[in-house]
C-alpha cells in the first residue's frame, strides 16, 4: 500500500489521479460513508479521506481497517497540528487516526507528503 | 528568482525570506509589499514599528493591500526584489472586502492572475504564506472556504515558482529548486 497524507486541500488526490493513473471509479471517497457502510472492507484502488472513515469507526464503534493490499492507495488528511480539541469526540478521532495512520505507515511501501501540490517521500 | 515559502506559524518562515530577499537584491532596489489595512491606532503603531525594524535592513515599504500587481507601476521591477508577506494577508483583504456582507468567490482567481503577473515582470519575488491546512477543526463553511482559497493559490504559486520551501524549526526543506 502507499499512503499519501498532506494538510487539507494540498493536492494529495490530483497528485494520486496522476501518479497512478486513477479514474473516478477507482477513487472511494470516505466522506460519503456512513457508520454502517464503514463496517464494509475497503477493497476501492484508492481509499481517498481515510481520515472521515476513521471518525465514522468511531461512530459505529469498530476498529478500522489497517491492512491493505500492496496495490492500494491511502489519502489522508493530516489533522495533528492545532491545538488539542475541547471536544472529546474530536479529540478521540485525532487520537485514533494518529494511531492508525503510524500503524499504516510502518506497513506502507512508501509514503509521499503532499505539500501545496508538491510530493516529499518521506519513506 | 522567484520564491515560494510556507509552513507553520513561528517557524521563522518571515526573517528567512527578509534574509533571502535581501541577499537576491544585493546592492539593487528592494521592495518590501505592506498589505495590512489599519483599523485602529494600535495597528497603525505596530505599521510603524514594522516600517523602522525593515528600513534598518534596506527595504523599501509599497502599500498595496489589493491588487498586487499595480506596484509594478511605481517600482523598478526590471531591477527589483520584492518580498510580500504575506499570501495569507491579501487573500483576507481581497476575499474579504470591507463593507461587503459576503465573500468575493472570485478572489483566488484574481490573487493567482496578479501573483502570476507579478512574478512574469519582476526580478526577484519571495512570496511567504501559512500552512494552515493540518488542523483537527471541523470549521464552518466561511472558514474552509477561506483555507481552500488560499490553498488554491499556494498551490498555483508553488507550481509557478523556481523554489519552494516549507519552513520547519527555521530549517529549509525544499520541495523544488536547489539550496539557497
Same mark, same amino acid.
Given at each position: 500500500m502507499i499512503l499519501i497524507i498532506g494538510g487539507a486541500y494540498q493536492g494529495k488526490l490530483d497528485y494520486a489521479r496522476q501518479q497512478f493513473q486513477l479514474s473516478i471509479s477507482d477513487i472511494l471517497d470516505c466522506t460519503q460513508l456512513t457508520s454502517e457502510l464503514c463496517q464494509k472492507p475497503l477493497t476501492a484502488k484508492c481509499i481517498y479521506h481515510y481520515e472521515a472513515y476513521i471518525e465514522q469507526c468511531l461512530l459505529a464503534n469498530i476498529e478500522p481497517q489497517t491492512a491493505f493490499s500492496p496495490d492500494q492507495i491511502v489519502i489522508a488528511d493530516d489533522i495533528f497540528c492545532g491545538v488539542v480539541p475541547i471536544d472529546s469526540h474530536l479529540r478521540a478521532w485525532r487520537e485514533t487516526c494518529g494511531r492508525t495512520l503510524t500503524a499504516l505507515a510502518i506497513d506502507a511501501q512508501s509514503v509521499i507528503r503532499i505539500f501545496c501540490g508538491l510530493p516529499l517521500k518521506v519513506k | 528568482m522567484k520564491a515560494f515559502i510556507s509552513g507553520g506559524c513561528k517557524n521563522g518562515k518571515s526573517s528567512w525570506a527578509e534574509n &533571502? @530577499?535581501?541577499?537576491? @537584491?544585493?546592492?539593487?532596489?528592494?521592495?518590501?509589499?505592506?498589505?495590512?489595512?489599519?483599523?485602529? @491606532?494600535?495597528? $497603525?503603531?505596530?505599521?510603524?514599528? $514594522?516600517?523602522?525594524?525593515?528600513?534598518?535592513?534596506?527595504?523599501?515599504?509599497?502599500?498595496?493591500?489589493?491588487?498586487?500587481? %499595480?506596484?509594478?507601476?511605481?517600482?523598478?521591477? @526590471?531591477?527589483?526584489?520584492?518580498? &510580500?508577506?504575506?499570501?495569507?494577508?491579501?487573500? &483576507?483583504?481581497?476575499?474579504?472586502?470591507?463593507?461587503?456582507?459576503?465573500?468575493?468567490? %472570485?478572489?483566488?482567481?484574481?490573487?493567482? $492572475?496578479?501573483?502570476?503577473?507579478?512574478?512574469?515582470?519582476?526580478?526577484?519575488?519571495?512570496?511567504?504564506?501559512?500552512?494552515?491546512?493540518?488542523?483537527?477543526? $471541523?470549521?464552518?463553511?466561511?472558514?474552509?472556504?477561506?483555507c481552500k482559497a488560499l490553498a488554491q493559490v499556494d498551490r498555483h504559486l508553488a507550481r509557478i515558482c523556481d523554489t519552494v520551501v516549507e519552513m520547519s524549526a527555521h530549517q529549509p526543506i525544499y520541495y523544488k529548486g536547489g539550496n539557497l
Open positions: - | &533571502l @530577499a535581501q541577499r537576491l @537584491a544585493g546592492d539593487s532596489p528592494l521592495y518590501y509589499i505592506a498589505t495590512m489595512i489599519p483599523c485602529d @491606532a494600535e495597528d $497603525h503603531q505596530r505599521i510603524e514599528k $514594522h516600517r523602522l525594524s525593515r528600513a534598518g535592513k534596506g527595504f523599501c515599504t509599497l502599500e498595496q493591500p489589493t491588487r498586487i500587481h %499595480q506596484v509594478l507601476d511605481y517600482s523598478d521591477y @526590471a531591477r527589483g526584489t520584492y518580498l &510580500l508577506d504575506s499570501v495569507t494577508a491579501l487573500m &483576507l483583504n481581497e476575499m474579504y472586502p470591507r463593507n461587503a456582507s459576503l465573500p468575493d468567490v %472570485q478572489a483566488p482567481h484574481r490573487v493567482c $492572475h496578479d501573483l502570476s503577473f507579478l512574478l512574469a515582470q519582476a526580478k526577484n519575488v519571495v512570496l511567504v504564506s501559512d500552512y494552515i491546512y493540518s488542523d483537527t477543526g $471541523h470549521y464552518p463553511k466561511y472558514t474552509q472556504d477561506y
